[in-house]
């Protein structure tokens, strides 16, 4: 995937970090950024489905997904390509998805979907084309985990043309190579003029030699049709963004070799012709104890949307301010939750104008084997995603901190700073008296006070 984990959830929890908030109700600790709540794919027609993009517009969207299969048959093993419009109501808001149309050749491996800005219905995606050989086995799997993250050497950057996109009619046409690499590529967008394409491409001798996946950054140029490596740093760096200005990417990489993904923005290094060839400066923006991915700008370009596993062992969205300058080190960068269900959310991206938050979350699986789907919900022009949690926020998660029936609870919550802080009386119970708790912008809390502390 573009913004594929490097592993599995790993135990990152410390002491004096609460349990997750995910037990209080969602969509209220959710409002003060996110409201409108709209599930678009369901296990009816997709076993699961994820990574899903805004065409230009904000009217369709690209995923991929695995399709039901009939009962008694095993679901598809490989990902395939969809787009789909989605449905408005009189008064303009989501509701829901219309048809999806498959745009990958059957039976082949696809991930990584993107809009052409200035040309309706053309896509891309990295695609095998083919079905992937026996070959193409998988390039990271963490222990015996039944995570799986397969690196295709067949895979290219492919484009084809949804003609119902562009006002016509008529079947899509097979995929064909934008160019061809050895080794793996994927994980590619376009800018915003739609002459430069990022990518990733994984390097099988790198790889060999460090003992795990190597993926460098690169940018190519239609134009041109000259490739030029931007981030060639050992270890896995891919998932490439270009901001909105056109002048940095965002990323991840595995760079440390621990297991766990930091966040990086660079500044790119221009010819004379405005041809990116390179990085002018990168820009740590995580360095902690999380699995940090899949980060995707703002419009704005004030903060980074990113999915974190956090203190709780689940992954969430989070927003991480860009000072201007990027003077700040990342622990003194304002980290704030968005998610609070149970489950996976992850994957987060805007729409253009950033009216539109979408991702990919496990929070209403029923399940037996607990799949993704994908969710949609307004934005909330005033709200101040750097700013201090709400007070409901802060409120709930300080109830999961104590740990006991919220209505054996009396307390009142006061902003310090970023922080909440929460004085409370628990009337009985494993904490009967006082307690007090700090809830941090990024929804970690610490119950600093009380029986059990």
Not at 89 to 110: H, I, M, R, W
Not at 231 to 238: H, M, N, S, T
Not at 241 to 260: E, Q, T, V
Not at 293 to 305: E, Q
Request: a negative charge; hydrophobic letters at 40%.
């Amino acid at each position: 995937m573009r913004r594929s984990i490097i592993g599995t959830v790993l135990a990152l929890g410390a002491a004096g970090m609460s349990a997750s908030a995910s037990g209080q109700p969602w969509k209220a600790i959710e409002s003060p950024l996110l409201v409108g709540h709209v599930q678009l794919t369901f296990p009816e027609q997709f076993f699961k489905a994820g990574e899903a993009y805004f065409d230009p517009t904000g009217e369709w969207i690209i995923f991929q997904a695995i399709p039901t299969p009939a009962e008694g048959v095993e679901p598809d093993e490989h990902y395939s390509m969809y787009v789909a419009p989605l449905e408005r109501d009189a008064g303009g808001g989501v509701t829901g998805l219309g048809e999806a149309t498959l745009v990958s050749t059957p039976g082949s491996g696809n991930t990584c979907g993107w809009f052409h800005p200035t040309e309706p219905g053309v896509v891309l995606f990295g695609s095998t084309i083919d079905p992937p050989t026996t070959e193409d086995v998988p390039g990271y799997q963490k222990d015996k985990s039944t995570y799986l993250w397969s690196f295709p050497p067949g895979m290219d950057v492919v484009s084809t043309v949804v003609p119902a996109m562009a006002g016509g009619s008529g079947a899509v046409a097979q995929a064909k190579a934008l160019f061809t690499r050895p080794g793996y590529d994927a994980e590619s967008s376009w800018s915003a003029d739609g002459r430069f394409i990022l990518y990733a491409n994984v390097d099988a001798a790198k790889s060999a030699a460090q003992g795990r996946p190597d993926a460098d950054i690169f940018v190519y140029d239609t134009e041109t049709e000259e490739h030029h490596p931007l981030v060639v740093a050992p270890g896995y760096d891919g998932g490439p963004f270009f901001s909105p200005d056109g002048k940095s990417i965002c990323y991840r990489s595995d760079r440390a070799g621990n297991d766990l993904l930091q966040l990086y923005v660079s500044e790119l290094k221009f010819d004379e012709h405005g041809v990116p060839i390179g990085v002018a400066a990168e820009h740590e923006i995580t360095r902690n104890r999380w699995v940090n991915w899949a980060p995707f700008f703002h419009p704005s370009g004030k903060f980074l949307i990113f999915t974190g596993s956090g203190p709780y062992h689940e992954y969430d969205v989070y927003a991480i301010e860009l000072d201007k300058g990027f003077e700040k080190e990342p622990a003194e960068r304002i980290m704030r939750r968005v998610t609070f269900a149970g489950g996976f959310d992850g994957l987060p991206v805007f729409n253009a104008d950033g009216s539109l938050m979408m991702w990919t979350s496990q929070r209403t699986s029923t399940s037996k084997v607990v799949k993704s789907q994908l969710w949609i919900a307004r934005v909330d022009a005033d709200a101040d995603w750097i700013g201090p949690l709400s007070e409901s926020q802060a409120i709930a998660i300080a109830h999961a901190a104590i740990a006991e029936d919220p209505n054996r609870i009396v307390g009142e919550a006061r902003l310090q700073g970023e922080n909440w802080h929460y004085e409370a009386t628990v009337m009985g119970g494993n904490h009967a008296g006082p307690v007090s708790v700090i809830v941090r912008p990024d929804g970690t809390s610490e119950l600093i006070q009380g029986d059990g502390s």
